[in-house]
């Protein structure tokens, strides 16, 4: 490769590649931070796509896109706005015109601009960057198709099979643009398709001469530099959130020594849970798929009663679904893991959407005095670790435990270094003594104030449990009042109990902050972005971000009390706000919410924080 | 019969007191399930009795064995969970009308489909009980009640059809009093590897008293019930005359010695036929058109759900590279950073 004409060199830089559905972007996209994150960039990813399968071909409806940021510094988000679109065709173009970053770079392919498809993606002109207003950036105009067709017109492939191409020609040209190596890209072609050598061959001379259509029209185009990033030695491979939330369970398994068992109901955008775990039967995963959602908890709470690790996954409207359920796991006190991966509602909503609006449903979507632990994930990776403590608390405070987490962290990667499962806390499982003379149902570990596990096939532990209220002594059916309202109370201080084993909130940044910025799960990345920037701009912030909601950190009130000006931030009209000033009356929380179905981008933040800094 | 002569009926009782009103016909289903147990030898530990809500869900509170009163119509989800859980466990799911045909309908028809290997007993008493007084899924049309005081105007299930048509390998039916048959249907359910239903007529002697006198009073129930018992030809009546043909599509009443009519021409019961015509036809029958089937009326093998479960899991065990967590995670694109 030779010395090129025009380099920039950047700290960090967001691609997106955006096509039509069947344009094959996700997995370019995908292929494409790999080979970021092998070189040694922190990357974090973020795909969106239609949650039509595919929708009609052209329109702007039927645009998928995945987005990659990556840095020679730490990234937390998969970044606003773009340094680098590809655009597969117009409507692509159009649809992302608005995220593009000042003096960015375009790569559109111009053989899709005929005038079927410019009107398909509502352009009125011939000339879709000036429509699109991007006249004053960087747009290399690639006959990507063409190319493609003349790259491979030697091989005796058919048209759809050239056609399908287009994405390794256009991924091609992208390495060139930021310097990047084939070779994992081709070993990738190579394993996937390597019953059909001709594939391989094709996929392969096209991604080449893709990059070096690069060497060709450098004059025109300058290329990024990016270094690596320091990153923590150790081995890593990409993570997605959902995947993360698999693992975990994975990993509380194996660390516990019980059997996982899942019961769930496909549904957007938690299903990769459920499919991941279905093709775990190597490690001995249970997986039941329901007839419904409310069968997916139930015989998950069975699978618990019978003494296994057990699981349910779903999103928001099967978390309405499961309500009923969960309170007899609460009454029965059995452990049990709800994941609920958020999206926008109510009802059916925005299924492909992220939001943070199931925060009240979690915590009190249920009849009686119904108290759940309530955890919630704030990256795609930590996931796996919320996942993990989710099963611990659980199965260890015998109890049903919500983990939130949301279609952004789901569906977005991160590099993930590959823990050591035996430098991670143990479970113990709190199984009822065969030889406690004075063992019942419901005698209680005074500290934790659970109850302990008696699973059947174990003689002399026969017993009976149920949704009906227990007497307190005995476990026998009660209706007696007094009973009743110590049992409420018992259930609600052994959940508020599992606060002495959560870790204290956090303070992230100035402790003397005119600022406090509070957050709750999956904006985490957002919030600390803007805060850091704004720190580094010489602001006075800090960020007190939330895992534990219920119960939350022994040191909340101290924390909070601290600071005059407080700014709680999600994606809902203020529920963690509300619960905050319900918790602690006399703090004073000022609010910032979005609910469009998409995160936060740090731009908007900052310029917020910035307003409320100059009050 | 017994394998184990140490268990008595009477070691499947707790010390609960039973709260049903007296002359309710779970009393005698109870003794007949404590009986059955007994008799197939089974050790306490190893039974867990799975309910929903309703009068007969308060079942497993009177066994001696491990119970769990769940919430209504998700009994069958629970005990799927408990047995694909612990394949090892003898689950038995008691349910009722309402719980299991009503608002338990999809789970009770998946369960079946999916042929997992629970034994579930169906208390029909064509009411709601516990909620005092309310038509169920299987009031006949017409039926007065309180929240029908003109009538129902909507057709009941038959839960046998709902069964077989739902693809259920074994329907039985019985009669709460009739200890002695139910005992019977119970182990042979019991017996049965996969989902078996066990239908029990039974009487809500405060809601819907004499419900089904028509066919279960002594007076009249030879010849109102044929008791179907697989490999015997299809005959019942006091007097051991009547019987069952085929005529056509549709079967046909008969009395043997009239018309030239002789045993040889009596259907032989065959539970064990895949086919489901016959079965349907047999478990749809009604007084007073037809005698009603009690006895099993349809035992096929097939698939069992939670056996299949264990055979897969085992054989992938065997062929996967992947032993452990940490297998896992550094299978497919692993990096290192230096």
Redesign the interface.
Same mark, same amino acid.
Request: aromatic residues 8%.
């Given at each position: 490769m030779g010395k090129r004409s025009k380099v920039i060199e950047r700290d960090e830089v967001v691609v997106r590649f955006s096509g039509d559905s069947g344009d094959g972007m996700q997995l370019t996209g995908t292929l494409f931070s790999?080979t970021s994150?092998?070189f040694?960039n922190d990357i974090s990813t973020f795909p969106d796509y239609p949650s039509e399968i595919r929708a009609p071909q052209g329109t702007i409806s039927g645009v998928s896109g995945f987005q990659v940021h990556f840095g020679h510094t730490e990234v937390y988000t998969p970044g606003d706005y773009c340094d680098v679109l590809v655009a597969m065709n117009p409507a692509a173009l159009k649809a992302n015109a608005k995220w593009m970053k000042p003096g960015g770079t375009v790569i559109l392919d111009v053989d899709s601009c005929d005038e079927k498809n410019l009107r398909k993606a509502g352009y009125e002109t011939d000339d879709p960057i000036t429509e699109s207003k991007l006249s004053g950036y960087n747009i290399v105009k690639a006959p990507i198709t063409t190319l493609t067709k003349e790259s491979l017109k030697d091989m005796g492939l058919d048209n759809k099979s050239i056609l399908r191409s287009k994405n390794m020609y256009a991924l091609g040209l992208v390495y060139w643009l930021f310097d990047r190596p084939l070779d994992h890209t081709k070993d990738y072609i190579k394993k996937k398709f390597k019953k059909n050598q001709l594939i391989v061959d094709a996929n392969v001379k096209v991604l080449e001469d893709g990059y070096n259509y690069g060497n060709i029209i450098q004059a025109l185009t300058p290329s990024y530099h990016i270094h690596p990033a320091d990153?923590?030695?150790?081995?890593? /491979?990409?993570l997605s959130g959902n995947q993360a939330v698999a693992?975990g369970f994975?990993?509380a398994a194996?660390k516990s020594g019980l059997?996982l068992?899942l019961?769930s109901y496909p549904i957007t955008p938690a299903t990769e849970i459920l499919q991941e775990l279905s093709a /775990?039967?190597?490690?001995?995963v249970?997986v039941?798929q329901?007839?419904?959602e409310?069968?997916g908890i139930?015989?998950?709470?069975?699978?618990?009663?019978?003494?296994?690790l057990?699981i349910t996954t779903t999103s928001g409207p099967g978390l309405a679904l499961k309500g009923?359920?969960i309170?007899?796991a609460v009454i029965?006190e059995l452990p049990l893991v709800i994941v609920n991966v958020q999206r926008g509602g109510p009802s059916t909503g925005l299924p492909t959407k992220t939001e943070q609006s199931d925060l009240m449903q979690a915590l009190y979507g249920r009849n009686g005095e119904s108290p759940a632990v309530i955890i919630a994930a704030s990256s795609p990776t930590n996931c796996f670790d919320y996942a993990f403590y989710a099963a611990k608390i659980a199965v260890e405070h015998m109890t049903p435990v919500i983990l939130l987490t949301d279609g952004f962290l789901a569906n977005g990667t991160q590099p993930w270094r590959?823990?050591n499962?035996e430098e991670w806390p143990t479970i113990s499982v709190p199984k009822a003594d065969v030889n406690d003379k004075d063992w019942h149902p419901y005698k209680r570990d005074l500290e934790k104030l659970s109850r302990y596990w008696a699973?059947?096939?174990?003689?002399?532990?026969?017993?009976?449990?149920?949704?009906?209220e227990k007497d307190e002594q005995t476990g026998?059916?009660s209706h007696d009042a007094l009973n009743h309202q110590r049992m409420v109370e018992i259930r609600e201080e052994k959940v508020q109990r599992v606060a002495n084993v959560v870790p204290e909130l956090e303070l992230l940044g100035d402790e003397d902050a005119d600022v406090l910025v509070v957050g709750w799960g999956g904006t985490f990345g957002h919030l600390f972005t803007a805060v850091d920037e704004l720190a580094n701009e010489g602001h006075k912030l800090a960020l007190a971000h939330f895992n534990y909601i219920k119960p939350l950190p022994r040191n909340t009130y101290e924390v909070l009390k601290r600071y005059k000006k407080i700014v709680v931030c999600e994606l809902n009209l203020g529920q963690f706000a509300d619960y905050l000033t319900m918790n602690f009356p006399d703090i004073q929380t000022q609010r910032f919410n979005k609910v469009q179905g998409q995160p936060f981008t740090v731009v908007e933040l900052k310029e917020h924080f910035k307003t409320l800094l100059e009050e | 019969m017994a394998e184990n002569c140490q268990v008595k009926f009477t070691d499947f009782k707790s010390d609960q007191s039973v709260k049903w009103c007296p002359g309710c016909g779970d009393h005698a289903i109870l003794n007949s399930v404590q009986k059955a147990m007994a008799s197939l030898g089974y050790k306490k530990e190893e039974v867990a009795v799975i309910s929903g809500i309703g009068c007969s869900s308060r079942f497993p509170y009177y066994m001696e064995t491990f119970g769990f009163h769940t919430i209504h119509g998700r009994g069958s989800a629970i005990a799927s969970g408990v047995k694909v859980a612990n394949p090892h466990l003898k689950v038995w799911q008691i349910t009722g009308d309402g719980d299991a045909l009503a608002i338990g309908g999809n789970h009770f028809i998946h369960t079946i489909r999916r042929n997992i290997d629970l034994n579930v007993i169906l208390f029909n008493n064509q009411i709601y009980g516990l909620t005092k007084g309310q038509y169920s899924p299987t009031s006949k049309r017409g039926f007065i009640s309180k929240t029908s005081p003109f009538g129902t105007v909507e057709a009941p299930f038959r839960p046998g059809e709902l069964c077989i048509g739902a693809r259920g390998q074994f329907f039985a039916r019985c009669i709460d009093k009739d200890l002695k048959h139910s005992v019977v249907m119970l182990e042979e359910a019991a017996k049965h590897e996969g989902t078996s239903i066990v239908e029990v007529l039974q009487n809500c002697v405060i809601y819907n008293d004499k419900t089904h006198n028509a066919i279960t009073d002594k007076a009249h129930s030879a010849d109102r019930t044929i008791k179907l018992e697989h490999g015997k030809p299809m005959i019942f009546g006091a007097e051991n005359n009547k019987g069952l043909m085929l005529e056509g599509l549709e079967l046909k009443v008969v009395t043997i010695g009239e018309n030239g009519i002789t045993e040889d021409d009596i259907l032989v019961h065959d539970a064990h036929c895949d086919d489901i015509t016959l079965h349907l036809k047999l478990a749809d029958m009604e007084y007073p058109e037809y005698p009603v089937a009690l006895g099993v009326i349809r035992s096929v093998k097939a698939p069992v759900y939670d056996q299949c479960v264990a055979k897969q899991l085992a054989e992938v065990q065997e062929q996967s590279q992947i032993k452990s967590f940490n297998d896992l995670i550094h299978s497919g694109d692993v990096w290192d950073v230096e």
């Open positions: 790999y994150a092998i040694g990153i923590k030695k150790g081995k890593y /491979r990409n693992w994975l990993a194996e059997e068992f019961g /775990r039967k190597d490690l001995g249970k039941f329901a007839e419904d409310i069968a139930c015989t998950a709470i069975g699978a618990s009663f019978a003494g296994d057990a009923e359920a309170g007899l029965a590959l823990p499962l699973t059947p096939g174990t003689a002399g532990l026969e017993h009976r449990i149920g949704g009906l026998a059916v | -």
